[in-house]
Structure formats: structure tokens, C-alpha cells
């Protein structure tokens, strides 16, 4: 059975940092891996998405690796800032794309 | 605006109500799901339609029932809730790898 893990729980940093979060999953059989954002008592918003072929995706200052055999993801935030205070989810798609198996997610605070 | 919106926000039921929550998607695909999110837990997926029928359902009771009339909308209608039912619930849709997710529906039983 598929299990997503997200350490640490909660992370609480000052403006300006660069920042990794990190996301481990157990059965490297993955179909694609998604990076969501989700802000308190919103739905998700999708960051990236990396297909198991690929290795990493970017968006803006937001940059996301993949490594299938190791079982684990890297997100990259680079010059962070308060707007960035959300909670973050990793996902992997397993059994076919349908399926997303979710992390309990890291709660990130940038304090001014 | 991801293109998925759900209604009601938020819902406020005791348990012997039936309710219903409604999800449509504006982005012309042809998968949706039903998520649930307690607190202290991750996300749950419940249900899978694909091409409005449904392909997974993740042992979910059946005081949950989903309908999907057409592509476009999905619905969860609640019956006989039990107080730990309270949770959010997400509607997600996708056209291929990526889901997109709606605002979510708070649910709260009493």
C-alpha cells in the first residue's frame, strides 16, 4: 500500500529564505507526482506536476525534483516570502493516474 | 479560479437530514472525484468517475451516495451522517495527469 510522508509537520521561517520541503513515498511504481498548495479552510491549488519519467519541474521560484527509485520529492522555494504561508501537499498518482495518495501535508509560515 | 466550483461552502446538518453537495467543473474533463479531509489526517479519496461512471469506490459507507448525470457535474448526497462525517469535502476534476480542486464544501454534523 502506497504511504506519502511529509516531514516536518510544520516549519516557520523568516522572509527571505530559501526552503526545501521534502516528501517521501513508499512504492516507487508512481504514475506522476503533484505539489499542491492549500490555504486555511480553501480546496488546493496545483503548484507542479512531474511525470515519473521526468526529473524536475519549475515554476517561478517554486522548483520540484523527483527521484522515482529513492522514493522521494524535493520542492524549492526560493526567496521566500509571507505570501508563501500555506500549507503544502505532496501526492502520488499510483494504480493509473486516477489515484492520488496524499501526504498529511507541511504547514509553512514566513514571518516578515 | 481553478475552474471547479462547489455549493454549498459551507453546511450545517443534524443527522437524521438529507443533504446534497454539488460539484461542476468548467474545464471540459472527463474524470471527477469525491475527497474527504478530516482534521489530523490526509486527504481521502471516496469516489472516482470517469466518462460519468464511476470507476472507485474507496469503501466509503453508504450513507454517502455519489450521482454524476453528465461530465460536467458531480454530486455527493448525505444521509443518516454521524457527527465524525464532519470534514471537508473536496471535489477534484482532471483531462489527463493533473487534478484541479474546488473551494471545498466545510461539512458539520450534529
Known amino acids: 500500500k502506497q504511504e506519502v510522508t511529509q516531514i516536518p509537520a510544520a516549519l516557520s521561517v523568516p522572509e527571505g529564505e530559501n526552503l526545501v520541503l521534502n516528501c517521501s513515498f513508499t512504492?516507487?511504481?508512481?504514475?506522476?507526482l503533484q505539489w499542491f498548495r492549500q490555504d486555511p479552510g480553501k480546496g488546493l491549488t496545483s503548484l507542479l506536476l512531474?511525470?515519473?519519467?521526468?526529473r524536475e519541474q519549475t515554476s517561478g521560484r517554486l522548483n520540484a525534483s523527483l527521484d522515482k527509485s529513492s522514493g522521494r520529492s524535493t520542492l524549492y522555494i526560493a526567496a521566500s516570502q509571507p505570501g508563501d504561508s500555506a500549507t503544502y501537499l505532496c501526492?502520488?498518482?499510483?494504480?493509473?493516474?486516477?489515484?492520488?495518495?496524499f501526504g498529511k501535508g507541511m504547514k509553512l509560515t514566513v514571518n516578515p | 479560479e481553478t475552474g471547479v466550483t462547489q455549493t454549498p461552502r459551507h453546511l450545517v446538518m443534524g443527522m437524521t437530514n438529507k443533504k446534497s453537495l454539488k460539484c461542476e467543473q468548467h474545464?471540459?474533463?472527463?474524470?471527477m472525484y469525491w475527497y474527504k479531509q478530516s482534521a489530523k489526517k490526509p486527504l481521502e479519496l471516496m469516489f472516482v468517475?470517469?466518462?460519468?461512471?464511476?470507476?472507485e469506490n474507496n469503501s466509503v459507507p453508504s450513507r454517502f451516495s455519489p450521482e454524476c448525470p453528465n461530465s460536467s457535474h458531480l454530486f455527493l448526497h448525505l444521509h443518516t451522517l454521524q457527527p465524525e462525517d464532519s470534514a471537508l469535502y473536496l471535489c477534484?476534476?482532471?483531462?489527463?495527469?493533473?487534478?484541479?480542486f474546488g473551494p471545498g464544501t466545510r461539512l458539520t454534523v450534529l
Open positions: 477534484a476534476s482532471s483531462g489527463g495527469s493533473e487534478q484541479f
Open positions: 512504492d516507487s511504481a508512481i504514475y506522476n
Open positions: 512531474i511525470q515519473s519519467s521526468q
Open positions: 501526492a502520488v498518482s499510483t494504480g493509473g493516474s486516477e489515484k492520488l495518495v
Open positions: 474545464l471540459g474533463h472527463n474524470a
Open positions: 468517475y470517469s466518462l460519468e461512471e464511476r470507476v
